[in-house]
């Protein structure tokens, strides 16, 4: 149905700060130079530089093309006519990530859908239940599509609510929304779980460290 492609080089980043501050800088917009909005529909495509699956993906929705999982792990667009074939060919380059982007499974390090609803209520979480929440992200962010799930998310945010919210509540707000739905619960849900895995961790330390001062 498309044409394949090599592959697309992508660069990485390292660096370690406080968790607010990395994940603030991992879902950074590396491409503000372009401003903050983009043509709602596109008439040429060019393909000069590296794209992830879910730019790709959002790319041919500006094209006014619609991608469907098919069986058999085949990717349906419609309508065909106007996929232009350079297109065609990097959508079949990430053709295995496009489809884990439009049948999202839920668990670790997964991608939540990228139409998952925006919530516009300003987020309250205390400075603890904030780290817990990013820092939770944080330990996932290996994974390069959901980096650029995050970063897209942020941006989203940034663009849609006025006035602006914080960095650290976009950074926050897009955590949060990506781990209410990998673990299938709501904010307090998600507040709840963590907090009880993150004592369970203290005891396992605390008890540890008695074991080895008696010996």
Known sequence: MVKGLGRIKRKRRSGKKSPTRRLCEITSNHRRGRG????????????????????????????????????????????ASKLPPDLADELRCHKTVLLSLLTPS????????????????????????RDLVI?????????????????????????????????HLLAYAAARDAACWQLNRTEPGVWSLL?????????????????????
């Open 36 to 79: 903050k909005t983009s043509p709602l529909v596109e008439t040429r495509w060019t393909a000069s530089e590296p794209f992830t699956a879910a730019e790709l993906l959002q790319h041919a929705r500006n094209f006014g093309l619609q991608l469907e999982p098919r069986d058999g792990g085949r990717l349906a667009v419609r309508p």
């Open 106 to 129: 839920r668990g670790w390090q997964s991608l939540p859908p990228l139409d998952l609803p925006l919530v516009a209520l300003r987020p309250s979480p205390t400075p603890a239940q």
């Open 135 to 167: 820092a939770y992200l944080l330990r996932q962010c290996a994974n390069q599509h959901l980096r650029s799930w995050l970063t897209r998310r942020k941006t989203l945010y940034y663009q849609t609510i006025s006035p602006p919210w914080h960095p």
């Open 195 to 215: 907090e009880g895995l993150d004592s369970c961790f203290e005891d396992l330390k605390s008890k540890q460290t008695e074991t080895t001062a008696r010996h």
